[in-house]
């Protein structure tokens, strides 16, 4: 259905991005109030309350913010909400809702069709089919993450704007870009790998400018990253004694100094992670065993990793093992069951999303089996690798999908934006589109086969999808 409407319809926007980016957050903020969910829960709750720390004894100072384990960024934007919020005594959800609405739209309905027609290098706007699509798949497999104050989308949406600016010839594009990247990095640790990347693609973006242009467009970039990052390092100094401009990352129930090299240890032992909120399923959180991790883990006699070169050995010493974890954890990363980070009934029929997410896949595929790749540019290389790299690291933990989200959303910008519109089920001859049906059927049963296989390991008591 999806591919018929964006083979009929003819590449004009027809729709500005600033209109239909109006009409999603209009759908967001008139859907999220009826989504069932009436408060924040977990780490959603956490980043809301830590807002205040700003505000001690009357006075506000950025010094004042005393969480190691988390950035500074997303409570200092909540901080405004929290006070309004304080004096009208609203329900906290009500302000993350517009905080979440605004987000949703902002990423679903400009930054990302405008990073597509960037990258792409395509003058005219994406068609408003295409883009409606685009924002429409992202409603349906992660709409109720919008109720919540996560760093998750914001963190990509920042991001995904550095990039973006980094096709502005002008200066001031060279400091937003890193002040996004930099507060990217902030929300979400993990996108700290894509910062090479990042300056590798400012080195030839853009193409026709002399070096002393990119010489000023390379120090306009490091005073943004240096003006987000610099509260950052205040913060550590003042309160934690240490001067780095990074999230610390440091908390006192950890086993270990390091909180990735503690998820490396839960990663064997876990395939996926989600989280609930105790309606049909007795514990928080909910643990996807994986018995071949576990096995390892007692063979090896494996305690906590005392460096990553222990982890690194344990790899080279099982591949096979690894190779077989590794492509789990990222199906289950891929396999969205819910459309929301706190489940409100674990046993119930997902079947229908899986689906939907399970053919937005072999659309997707399609495309890239026509892609030349050998004829990508530089530029649209070092893009993918500033958006994807950052997924790497997340195969060996605990999984959760929005662990892969850049990969989410890059497969549903490939279906949407990328679908050619000569593709039509009836200009197909009949051999072809007999061979295409069998393909898609059977790699719908292997994916459902997968997801099934996987959610039979839930800790206490197995789920089907149907």
């Known amino acids: 259905m999806l591919t018929r409407i964006l083979s009929a319809w003819p590449d004009r926007p027809r729709l500005p991005y600033w209109r239909l980016t109006l009409l999603l957050l209009l759908a967001y903020l008139l859907y999220l109030p009826f989504s069932g969910y009436t408060r924040l829960y977990h780490d959603s709750l956490n980043y809301w309350f830590i807002s205040i720390y700003y505000h001690k004894q009357g006075s506000f100072s950025l010094l004042n913010f005393h969480?190691?384990?988390?950035?500074?960024?997303?409570?200092?934007?909540?901080?405004?909400?929290?006070?309004?919020?304080?004096?009208t005594n609203l329900p906290p959800i009500f302000f993350a809702r517009v905080?979440?609405?605004?987000?949703?739209?902002?990423?679903?309905?400009?930054?990302?069709?405008?990073?597509?027609?960037?990258?792409?290098?395509?003058?005219?706007?994406?068609?408003w089919v295409r883009r409606l699509a685009f924002a429409a798949l992202g409603f349906a497999l992660w709409r109720d993450y919008f109720n919540f104050t996560l760093t998750d989308f914001p963190a990509l949406w920042a991001?995904?704007?550095?990039?973006?600016?980094?096709?502005n010839t002008g200066l001031w594009g060279a400091v937003g870009a890193g002040m996004c990247v930099a507060a990217a990095c902030n929300m979400r640790p993990t996108y700290l790998i894509s910062v090479p990347f990042f300056m590798a693609l400012l080195a030839v973006l853009p193409p026709h400018i002399n070096g002393s242009r990119r010489m000023?467009?390379?120090l306009a970039l490091l005073a943004g990253l240096a003006l987000v990052w610099l509260p950052q390092l205040l913060i550590?100094?003042?309160?934690?004694?240490?001067?780095?401009?990074?999230?610390?990352?440091?908390?006192?129930?950890?086993?270990?100094?390091?909180l990735y090299r503690e998820k490396l240890k839960w990663g064997l032992l876990h395939q996926k992670y989600e989280t609930n909120i105790r309606t049909d399923y007795y514990e928080p959180v909910m643990i996807f065993r994986d018995v071949a991790g576990e096995q390892l883990v007692k063979a090896e006699r494996i305690g906590w990793f005392d460096s990553y070169g222990s982890y690194l050995q344990l790899v080279l010493r099982h591949p096979l093992t690894f190779t077989k974890m590794y492509a789990w954890r990222l199906f289950n990363g891929l396999?969205?069951?819910?459309?929301?980070?706190?489940?409100?009934?674990?046993?119930?029929?997902?079947?229908?999303?899986?689906?939907?997410?399970?053919t937005v896949w072999f659309g997707a595929l399609l495309v890239l089996l026509r892609t030349r790749f050998r004829k990508l540019p530089w530029h649209q290389w070092l893009v993918l690798a500033v958006l994807l790299v950052p997924c790497l690291p997340m195969?060996?933990?605990?999984?959760?999908?929005?662990?892969?989200?850049?990969?989410?959303?890059?497969?549903?910008?490939?279906?949407?934006?990328?679908?050619?519109?000569?593709?039509?089920p009836g200009q197909l001859l009949r051999w072809q589109l007999?061979?295409?049906?069998?393909?898609?059927?059977?790699f719908v049963a292997v994916c459902f086969w997968a997801s099934a296989t996987a959610q039979a390991t839930l800790e206490l008591g197995p789920r089907i999808l149907w």
């Open 67 to 87: 969480d190691s384990f988390r950035g500074y960024l997303l409570p200092l934007l909540l901080l405004p909400l929290r006070i309004v919020q304080f004096y």
């Open 99 to 127: 905080f979440g609405a605004v987000s949703a739209a902002v990423g679903f309905g400009l930054i990302g069709p405008r990073l597509w027609q960037a990258v792409r290098g395509q003058q005219e706007p994406l068609a």
């Open 159 to 167: 991001l995904g704007l550095g990039v973006l600016l980094l096709y």
């Open 216 to 218: 000023a467009r390379t």
């Open 236 to 258: 550590n100094h003042y309160q934690f004694q240490q001067n780095s401009p990074l999230v610390l990352a440091q908390h006192e129930n950890l086993e270990t100094n390091n």
């Open 335 to 358: 396999d969205v069951q819910y459309p929301t980070p706190y489940i409100k009934r674990v046993y119930v029929p997902t079947w229908g999303l899986a689906w939907l997410n399970y």
């Open 395 to 424: 195969l060996p933990m605990s999984m959760e999908c929005r662990f892969l989200l850049p990969l989410h959303l890059l497969l549903y910008a490939v279906l949407c934006f990328g679908w050619p519109t000569a593709w039509r």
């Open 434 to 442: 007999a061979a295409v049906s069998v393909a898609y059927i059977g």
